[in-house]
């Protein structure tokens, strides 16, 4: 039983199970409420489903698959994204290789899609850490982090395939397209990510974060980047807090120092370009002072430095 689920009835448990069952191929995403009821969001439908802790009587589970299903008759169920195993095809389908084939990787899909939802809180922790550490866009972050998840899933999945076959590249293609498309569900948005880290990070400058921002981010997001967020920093009287802010701005990687920097206006962006300009150079001119200072304390003449110099 994965960590995830621990924390789930034994009912809730049956109907996360039941839904998988019903809905086959189509992306959905759970997670537990304030009042320890369940939010379920399937994809296309634009209603969100709900499911208490604990029965109310014997009919609770089919009167929710039977609510779930009657929706789906309402909204018009899509193509399916993947072949159905062979149970609907004539049996001359049946005895051909590419039906087997498909079916043998539709089988390995709904295994991957199974683990990943069972294991959705952990890889959003991981996700999140990711866009902490890596010096890039979001976007590319989230997708390359994703796109890698997806490879190594299909990969392990095939080697513990006991029986080795061929699959066409197109079949790879559409499994892989298929198993990111529930990922991309079950995750939150480059948005969400980029809302959270302006959070998370230090006010540039010792300004105030603007109070909108205190703000809940949507609720069509996840909650559960805040299990693994950054080291909090503790709050210093102002003459030491601007300074404390501008070191660790300045050791804090690129996609977040900028994230920072444009939450100022475009006047006070260029006020600060034109300080860290007199800066620089107010400090070269104090390290030759420095210098010269050094070399008359140690009685050397510009002749011999020049001679070393040469």
Not at 50 to 71: A, I, K, M
Not at 107 to 124: G, P
Not at 190 to 207: E, S, W
Request: hydrophobic share 30%; charged share 35%; glycine share 2%.
């Amino acid at each position: 039983m994965s960590n995830h689920l621990k924390g789930y009835t034994s009912f809730q448990k049956r109907v996360i199970k039941g839904l998988a069952e019903l809905i086959e191929e189509r992306p959905f995403s759970y997670k537990k409420t304030s009042n320890n009821h369940i939010e379920i969001k399937i994809k296309d439908i634009d209603r969100v489903f709900y499911s208490s802790g604990t029965p109310s009587d014997h009919r609770s589970y089919d009167n929710f698959l039977s609510d779930v299903r009657s929706t789906l008759r309402q909204q018009g169920e899509p193509e399916p994204v993947l072949l159905l195993s062979g149970k609907d095809r004539s049996e001359t389908d049946k005895d051909s290789i590419d039906d087997r084939r498909q079916a043998s990787l539709n089988k390995i899909t709904r295994t991957i899609i199974k683990r990943i939802r069972m294991s959705i809180e952990k890889i959003q922790q991981d996700e999140w850490k990711a866009v902490l550490t890596e010096d890039d866009a979001h976007d590319n972050i989230l997708r390359t982090f994703r796109d890698n998840l997806v490879e190594r899933e299909i990969q392990l999945a095939m080697k513990l395939k006991k029986e080795k076959d061929y699959f066409p590249t197109a079949m790879i293609k559409q499994t892989r397209s298929t198993i990111g498309d529930h990922l991309d569900f079950m995750l939150p948005t480059p948005a969400y990510y980029h809302d959270l880290l302006k959070k998370k990070l230090v006010p540039a400058f010792g300004d105030k974060a603007d109070p909108e921002e205190k703000d809940d981010v949507s609720s069509d997001q996840p909650d559960n980047p805040e299990k693994c967020t950054s080291p909090q920093v503790t709050v210093q009287p102002e003459d030491r807090d601007q300074g404390m802010n501008l070191r660790q701005l300045a050791r804090a990687k690129r996609n977040k120092r900028l994230s920072e920097i444009k939450q100022l206006s475009k006047s006070e962006i260029s006020s600060l370009i034109k300080d860290f300009q007199n800066a620089l150079e107010q400090k070269h001119e104090e390290d030759i002072q420095d210098l010269v200072a050094q070399i008359r304390e140690k009685g050397i003449t510009l002749a011999e430095i020049r001679e070393r110099l040469e």
